[in-house]
């Protein structure tokens, strides 16, 4: 995608939702809701609106470009089930997604750029494309240079990893293996997928 560069807090304030997960960024979300000035009326977007702000969030928290987006919706639409649940459970399986999500990196711009610079594998091959689609059974560890160790060492202690069900994560091993493939529990952006799909469908 076309890397976003604009102000992060921004965009976290402007969709309500915790976006982009810097420190200046979750500062702004603990202000005052209202814009500012004296007399304010909170406008209720259209339903046009309300569903480009639910596409805005998915295409900023996975980091998608409308062309890629586009792309994965129209490759879930041919598959059988919600479409707008299959959508996102591709976005999750991205790689850029896991990498953040099982605790190498803080946020989800840093997992691009370290797969981006090549310090990950998958299944011993080196890849450098964030979107790549994880499957069952894929591992994920860091490249064996011990600059990288101690980099990604340092990010875990700082940060503990939550932890996911559907991967295991050895972090003393720098190691993540894909147990199964995600599903509709396991989607970690609270978004209207049904709204997303009806506005992809005009």
Same mark, same amino acid.
């Given at each position: 995608?076309?890397?976003?560069?604009? %102000?992060?807090?921004?965009?976290?304030?402007?969709?309500?939702?915790?976006?982009?997960?810097?420190?200046?960024?979750?500062?702004?979300?603990?202000?005052?809701?209202? !814009?500012?000035?004296?007399?304010?009326?909170?406008?209720? !977007?259209?339903?046009?609106?309300?569903?480009?702000?639910?596409?805005?969030?998915?295409?900023?928290?996975?980091?998608?470009?409308?062309?890629?987006?586009?792309?994965?919706?129209?490759?879930?639409?041919?598959?059988?089930?919600?479409?707008?649940?299959?959508?996102?459970?591709?976005?999750?399986?991205?790689?850029?997604?896991?990498?953040?999500?099982?605790?190498?990196?803080?946020?989800?711009?840093?997992?691009?750029?370290?797969?981006?610079?090549?310090?990950?594998?998958?299944?011993?091959?080196?890849?450098?494309?964030?979107?790549?689609?994880?499957?069952?059974?894929?591992?994920?560890?860091?490249?064996?240079?011990?600059?990288?160790?101690?980099?990604?060492?340092?990010?875990?202690?700082?940060? !503990? %990893?939550?932890?996911?069900?559907?991967?295991?994560?050895?972090?003393?091993?720098?190691?993540?293996?894909?147990?199964?493939? %995600?599903?509709?529990?396991?989607?970690?952006?609270?978004?209207?997928?049904?709204?997303?799909?009806?506005?992809?469908?005009?």
């Amino acid at each position: 995608m076309a890397r976003y560069t604009g %102000p992060k807090a921004r965009i976290n304030r402007r969709l309500g939702t915790m976006i982009y997960e810097t420190a200046g960024a979750a500062r702004a979300m603990d202000r005052r809701p209202q !814009p500012p000035g004296m007399h304010t009326r909170g406008r209720r !977007p259209s339903n046009y609106g309300a569903a480009l702000m639910e596409k805005q969030k998915i295409k900023h928290y996975y980091g998608l470009g409308e062309r890629q987006l586009r792309r994965y919706f129209d490759n879930v639409g041919r598959k059988s089930g919600n479409t707008g649940e299959l959508l996102l459970l591709m976005c999750e399986r991205r790689l850029d997604n896991v990498v953040r999500r099982v605790g190498f990196t803080k946020t989800r711009p840093q997992a691009r750029q370290g797969i981006a610079h090549g310090h990950f594998c998958v299944n011993g091959v080196k890849v450098t494309k964030p979107g790549y689609l994880l499957r069952a059974g894929d591992l994920i560890e860091v490249r064996g240079r011990e600059n990288l160790k101690n980099l990604y060492r340092g990010v875990i202690a700082n940060s !503990p %990893p939550d932890g996911l069900d559907w991967v295991s994560f050895d972090s003393e091993a720098l190691r993540a293996t894909v147990l199964s493939l %995600p599903g509709a529990v396991d989607i970690s952006l609270p978004v209207d997928a049904n709204s997303v799909v009806e506005f992809l469908s005009r």
